[in-house]
């Protein structure tokens, strides 16, 4: 039999369904995970299956839809189908029967048995023995049913589990992701017994020299009169009892902790308790909580934990496994938390919903501060007439889904915030979940964007601001802090000029920080019939309407691959910064950026580094200093007293915690000695020979170096040092394969766009001057699109140095371009850089902090990483010099005049942006050689603000390299190099 259920309906939200707690799942309970069978139907719901019924063994917890069963479906701003017949959705039903067969233990006889499914997208109805439970709506947390009615115990019976895919709550469930149906949180089965301890709430109410005034608040289904004691243990030792009696089915009770351990991010220090009801001397019910003592506050405009400002160095972080969908294994999840750790990360944002219960009793544990977030996102409808926000009839779903999340998570010591959902516009229903979570919380603030112009919310949360926008914002008259709960998209290469926001962070008492979005790409995983794996997104399994890659905009890649931006995102998010005082000296100044913990117990090394020399080196123990502190400290070095001809003379800093790892780095280099780009005027060249070559070209020759240059300016044949490299093609270029920042086709810069509209993109140069051959080089003009000149000029010295000016002029308007530069194909032999500069990862203008200077080697495979989309990878910025070789070939050298950029991938920019996926991808044997004269930054403009304008390529630009025999000296000095590019 079926059940009078309408799942098309927004008004029903739920019957049959236990309210919620936050007991969490008792030691009793019986996990129901594993196989079950499995009936996947398209059109109405058939009659609930029986023992004839053919099944499919499926293993849950899962999303059905990466077994085979209907498709993902990917969408952001738009809904899978027309909204126009709203709040009837126009697909056909879809969905699945899970059952199985349960055992109930003969020794539950007497007590109360309870089914607790974890989540179900995106309904869920209960049936055993073909009896209707109830149902149950809100993908996102644990719905309960009472089954003692239906079931026996010492006894069989059948549950069937049934899941719609669509329903009213997919109004209400837009959030930037995945459609995928399934049950994917664990199901438990558990005894309670028939007086029971209900619900707990432990908070601290404050604290003083004294100890910590705590509170515990219990409901229970007893009979008034019972007694109900506490114990809160530290490690096995009581530290408070507290007890009280029933009275109308509920019990408070509070005390005073002694010399509290305080919880915080930084320490995360807990405590059990143990929760028993009695009837004198017989025991009812008992129940354990993990808590943590800590308050949370909002004063002064600063947001506090335990009365200090805290600082939210955060991202959002959607649930997602790349083969199982929404659900993570146990050790996978602590691995996801680890990691993010050990990133300096110390908040996350729950978008857009609220998680798994075991993230956070993961993060109590660790010590992350957690944004917990309602299940509610109108996304497609925020500025239609319908929107479901507005609308009476979806007014009990949405203040279900806030309250029965406060319900559930209040005893974490990890939330600190509550957040009422996201991109849903605002109205009354907001209003509404905000006055529940208040009365049964009134411990922590509330945010939600975007109704930061509403006193309802503490905690103003802007989105992707840019820098003056935030600092205009923080200038306002307002009390509250800001938290920016979206910043800095992660959208493939990107993360461009996070570090400039820490910088206004931290000049402004009122920035608290913010949640990059965000942690991981949501792409699934897929095989080719040779093994060769992918990442698929929006559009690839014939889902229509999509938005394409948008849900891949992680730190990581789906199964957790760091991407380059990730080491940026941890030196930025440092937890203490280390800056020259007098560093000939060895004074040092130490910022604890920390909020709660002093540097006691910490270790600063230093190493003094000269080219790849390490010339000294030693650690002391960091001095004592408090939270949002400084202090100097005197390393026992003398760098005055250190060769002065010394080059690229720094001191590397690293500051190691308790546990001896290493927490930051800083990289100060040293007013005394040279760089290598140090000023010395331009030498004479000696006898070199430069003649006119053929078809309008030249050659030049100095020592064992020959350049034939052609009409356009770029190298036909090239011998360097004696070695004739094989040169297969050339060509002088201004784009590189588009970013998903550049692609961008909303928001401010839209970059490929506004190039395309002027004819540069994959533009190819016209001759605007004739090449000209003078004494001691030669020199022509180049122009892309009648806007923009581009001078290359080449010159020889007679040691073999052979050196390529850059120069660009506008003559038109012209808008940002992506770099200038000169690309070289080598055939076969030419595969490996090594190079002096930032490294070992790929660093751009706006993305390089962090990157220690040094000597490094990459191989041109190793140097491209695989973006699920493919785009521009492998730059390498303020680069000194690099040598291109191969595995046993000196290879030739490259030298900055005094810096420049360079890439070496198997791959043309072209190749990259005519796949849509890494497998695509038509690699080369040959390898590519980009030498830049300027790159421009990242940005963040996928969804948010562009390039910095002081990390996009200047108007003018002037800069030269030298090209040298690979088993040169590149210490040592060109003829022919300059002291300085000029970038105007």
């Not at 130490?590 to 020399?613: M, P």
């Not at 020959?706 to 040092?721: H, K, M, R």
Request: proline share 6%.
């Amino acid at each position: 039999m079926s059940s009078a259920f309408d799942h098309r309906d927004p008004r029903q939200v739920a019957s049959g369904r236990m309210p919620m707690h936050g007991l969490g799942i008792p030691d009793s309970a019986v996990n129901l995970d594993g196989e079950w069978s499995f009936r996947y139907r398209e059109g109405d719901s058939p009659d609930l299956p029986d023992a004839t019924t053919p099944a499919t063994p499926m293993q849950l917890p899962t999303s059905w839809v990466l077994h085979g069963y209907g498709i993902p479906i990917y969408t952001n701003v738009q809904m899978p189908f027309p909204v126009d017949d709203y709040p009837a959705i126009p697909l056909d039903d879809e969905g699945a029967d899970h059952w199985r067969t349960i055992d109930i233990p003969s020794d539950w006889a007497g007590q109360r048995t309870i089914l607790r499914v974890g989540a179900a997208e995106s309904t869920l109805e209960v049936f055993v023995d073909g009896h209707a439970v109830g149902f149950s709506t809100d993908s996102r947390l644990p719905a309960e049913f009472d089954l003692t009615d239906y079931v026996q115990a010492g006894a069989s019976h059948q549950l069937n589990l049934r899941v719609q895919r669509w329903s009213a709550s997919t109004w209400i469930e837009d959030q930037d992701m995945w459609w995928m149906a399934g049950l994917h949180r664990s199901l438990w089965l558990y005894p309670r017994p028939i007086e029971a301890i209900a619900d707990a709430f432990f908070h601290t109410v404050g604290f003083d020299r004294n100890g910590a005034e705590v509170v515990l608040s219990i409901q229970t289904d007893a009979t008034d009169g019972r007694t109900v004691t506490a114990t809160l243990s530290d490690a096995g030792q009581r530290v408070l009892t507290m007890s009280g009696v029933v009275k109308r089915g509920s019990v408070s009770m509070s005390g005073v902790v002694a010399d509290p351990r305080l919880w915080t991010a930084e320490t995360p220090d807990l405590y059990e308790i143990t929760i028993v009801l009695n009837d004198g001397d017989s025991l009812l019910d008992h129940r354990n909580l993990t808590v943590g003592i800590r308050t949370v506050d909002v004063a002064e405009g600063m947001l506090l934990v335990n009365g200090n400002p805290i600082t939210i160095r955060g991202v959002n972080r959607h649930e997602h496994d790349p083969d199982n969908g929404r659900h993570q294994s146990d050790a996978d999840l602590r691995a996801d938390l680890e990691l993010l750790k050990d990133s300096n990360i110390n908040a996350i944002r729950t978008a857009h919903y609220p998680d798994d219960e075991r993230f956070y009793a993961l993060c109590d544990e660790l010590g992350f501060y957690v944004y917990d977030e309602a299940n509610i996102e109108t996304h497609a409808l925020v500025d239609h007439p319908n929107n479901p926000s507005h609308d009476p009839g979806f007014e009990a779903a949405f203040l279900a889904r806030g309250e029965r999340m406060g319900l559930r998570d209040r005893n974490h010591p990890c939330v600190v915030v509550w957040s009422l959902g996201n991109e849903s516009g605002f109205g009354d229903h907001h209003r509404a979940i905000a006055e529940a979570l208040r009365s049964l919380d009134p411990t922590r603030p509330i945010a939600y964007h975007p109704a930061e112009h509403d006193e309802l919310v503490d905690v103003i949360g802007p989105m992707y601001p840019s820098l003056s926008e935030l600092e205009d914002l923080a200038d306002r008259a307002d009390e509250r802090p800001i938290v920016m709960c979206e910043y800095s998209h992660a959208m493939g290469n990107s993360n461009g000029g996070l570090e400039r926001y820490w910088d206004l962070i931290y000049r402004t008492p009122r920035l608290h920080g913010g949640f990059i979005w965000d942690w991981v790409d949501q792409g699934i995983r897929r095989t080719e019939a040779d093994g060769t794996r992918w990442w698929a997104y929006g559009g690839d399994f014939g889902d229509t309407p999509n938005d394409r890659n948008f849900n891949l905009n992680g730190l990581v890649d789906a199964d957790r691959t760091p991407h380059p931006a990730l080491a940026h995102v941890r030196w930025v998010y440092r937890p203490v910064h280390m800056r020259p005082i007098r560093l000939n000296r060895g004074e040092v100044e130490v910022q604890n950026r920390l909020d709660h913990s002093s540097l006691a117990d910490w270790e600063i090394g230093w190493s003094v580094r000269s080219r790849d020399d390490e010339l000294a080196s030693g650690a002391i123990p960091a001095p004592h200093v408090p939270p949002h502190a400084s202090a100097t400290v005197r390393l026992p070095i003398e760098l005055t007293r250190l060769d002065r001809s010394s080059t690229d003379l720094r001191v590397v800093v690293t500051a190691f915690d308790q546990d001896g790892k290493i927490r930051a780095t800083d990289e100060l280099m040293a007013p005394v000695g040279r760089t290598t780009a140090s000023a010395r005027p331009d030498g004479e060249v000696g006898a070199v020979n430069v003649e006119a070559g053929p078809d309008g070209g030249a050659i030049l020759r100095g020592g064992d170096t020959e350049a034939q240059i052609g009409p356009d300016g770029t190298p036909v044949s090239l011998t360097i040092g004696g070695v004739r490299l094989p040169l297969t093609w050339a060509r002088v270029g201004i784009d590189r394969a588009g970013t998903d920042n550049d692609r961008s086709f909303f928001g401010d810069e839209q970059l490929l766009i506004r190039l395309a509209e002027v004819g540069l993109v994959g533009a190819s140069p016209t001759v605007h001057t004739p090449l000209t051959i003078g004494d001691e080089g030669v020199s022509v003009e180049l122009a892309f699109a009648d806007r923009l000149v581009v001078r290359l000029g080449w010159s020889i010295a007679d040691n073999g140095d052979l050196a390529l000016d850059f120069g660009t002029t506008p003559i038109a308007l012209v808008p940002p371009y992506q770099r200038v530069g000169l690309e070289l194909e080598l055939d076969t032999g030419f595969d490996r850089a090594t190079w002096f500069g930032p490294g070992p990862d790929e660093t751009y203008r706006d993305r390089v902090g962090g990157q220690m200077l040094g000597t490094h080697t990459v191989t041109a495979a190793e140097n491209y990483f695989p973006y699920a989309r493919p785009q521009e990878s492998g730059n390498h910025t303020d680069v000194r010099w690099a040598r291109i070789h191969g595995d046993i070939a000196d290879g030739f050298l490259v030298l900055g005049s005094p810096r420049f950029d360079f890439s070496l991938l198997h791959v043309r920019a072209e190749d990259l942006a005519a796949a849509d996926h890494h497998h695509q991808i038509a690699w080369r044997s040959s390898t590519v050689l980009r030498l830049d004269a300027a790159h421009a930054g990242l940005g963040t403009a996928s969804c948010g603000p562009g390039t910095d304008g002081r990390d996009r390529i200047p108007a003018e630009v002037r800069n030269r390299v030298v090209l040298r025999a690979g088993g040169g000296d590149p210490w040592v000095k060109s003829p022919l190099s300059k002291a300085r590019q000029w970038l105007h």
